[in-house]
């Protein structure tokens, strides 16, 4: 029933106005599914490779599509995912663009979902999944390679840690970020926004801090539950070899340095989560920061670990982290991002299913979320993008998907 008839490729819009990959996979039983690519702009240096979208697309159509129709099943998501690989021939899908692999791996699980006549989630996540929703982190504040003149660090992130429920915390993610506008107001400080939404004024980084600070306190008090906030530094964007440090607007930060400027940040405004403090090859600080700090925040590895099981497996072997952001285009395709997943909830470590800065209304990471119980999921407070995986999220605890 779910064997794979046809499979179409385009050029389609993404957030950013740029071109990114969207496939319909059709099924012999009358299945269909579709999927698009998002796109990075602080992109790890071990992530797989984006190909132009129209070299990803003819790529796929000459060397993948020949393996899929007629011979794959897309009920069977390893089978599609092992096709991909074979027809890609490379360790980093630069021979089909892991653009076009995610957007076909999403594209099939969603047609084998609609051939099942199941929602998205319970065909990744099955029968016996977890009765868990993730908390979504939201990007309030931001700067770094998603807005000019703006923070150092990327992303302040509010987490209602306390939200009796996903639609709770999605509208108190969005209430903060009203909140910060607010703020910003009464401070004169106009702020235009950053790729994913967040606002993106022209202010220090502390005073980002006592800002987030302000807003997460006042809302918590509105709503009545405990929100925190966190941050994703994006290090390996800070991080100049030449300089041997992070390079702030104010200086440059030795590791040891700023390994203190966050372990002192988490214990000043307890920061629930932090992202990439360090350098992407610097697995050896990370294990340092979550030494000392690993009991009280998530320091999470997302450029570090980029969704792949290796640099993962490296990580908890040297201790490095407690966390690890999921992003399925780092890797290109579902079963790799299941993979790891499956590998930090054996090794105790957290999974944060997230979006990128270039995104599109697909909504398969809520689905993957809820379908692996991963306890976070990083998808941005406002902006259609961001909120049609927060709706989706909604939707999936209403059971109305
Ligand atoms: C979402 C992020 O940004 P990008 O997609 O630009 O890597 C991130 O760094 O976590
Ligand atoms: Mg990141």
Redesign the pocket.
């Known amino acids: 029933m779910t064997l794979i008839t046809d499979v179409r490729l385009r050029r389609v819009l993404d957030s950013r106005g740029n071109a990114t990959v969207e496939a319909d996979v059709l099924t012999e039983s009358g299945g269909f599914g579709r999927g698009k690519a998002p796109s990075g702009a602080?992109t790890g240096e071990y992530e797989a490779i984006e190909l132009p979208a129209t070299e990803a697309i003819a790529n796929a159509r000459e060397d993948a599509i020949p393996r899929l129709v007629g011979e794959v099943h897309a009920g069977n998501q390893r089978d599609v995912d092992a096709a991909l690989h074979a027809a890609d021939g490379t360790d980093d899908f630069s021979g089909i663009g892991a653009n076009s692999a995610v957007a076909i791996s999403m594209a099939a699980a969603k047609a084998g979902a609609d051939v099942l006549g199941a929602p998205l989630y319970q065909h990744l996540g099955g029968t016996f999944r977890g009765n868990e929703y993730p908390t979504p982190l939201g990007n309030i504040i931001g700067g770094g390679e998603h807005a000019a003149d703006a923070t150092n660090i990327?992303e302040f992130l509010a987490a209602p840690v306390g939200a009796p429920s996903v639609e709770e915390a999605v509208f108190a993610n969005a209430a903060v970020h009203q909140e910060v506008h607010d703020i910003l107001a009464d401070r004169d400080l106009p702020a235009g926004k950053g790729d994913e939404g967040a606002w993106a004024p022209s202010v220090s980084d502390d005073e980002a801090f006592e800002i987030m600070d302000e807003a997460v306190e006042t809302v918590a008090d509105d709503f009545g539950f405990a929100i925190a906030f966190g941050l994703?530094v994006?290090g390996a964007e800070l991080y100049d070899a030449d300089e041997d440090g992070y390079v702030y607007d104010d200086g440059v930060k030795s590791t040891a340095e700023q390994i203190d400027y966050i372990a002192e940040k988490v214990e000043e405004y307890d920061l629930v989560y932090v992202?990439?403090p360090l350098d992407e090859n610097d697995y050896e600080a990370f294990a340092d920061l979550t030494d000392r700090v690993g009991d009280q925040t998530l320091v999470c590895g997302?450029?570090l670990f980029v969704t792949n099981v290796e640099r993962l497996q490296a990580g908890i072997s040297a201790g490095a982290g407690n966390s690890i952001?999921i992003k399925p285009n780092q890797i290109g395709t579902l079963t790799d991002a299941v993979d790891a997943i499956e590998l930090a909830t054996e090794s105790g470590y957290e999974s944060v299913v997230s979006h990128r800065s270039g995104e599109t209304e697909d909504t398969t990471i809520a689905h993957l979320a809820v379908a692996t119980d991963a306890p976070f999921i990083k998808t941005g407070a406002v902006g259609g993008e961001r909120t049609a995986k927060l709706n989706e999220l909604i939707r999936i605890e209403d059971n109305a998907v």
Do not use: F, K, T
């Open positions: 602080s990327q994703d994006a992202e990439d997302d450029d952001l």
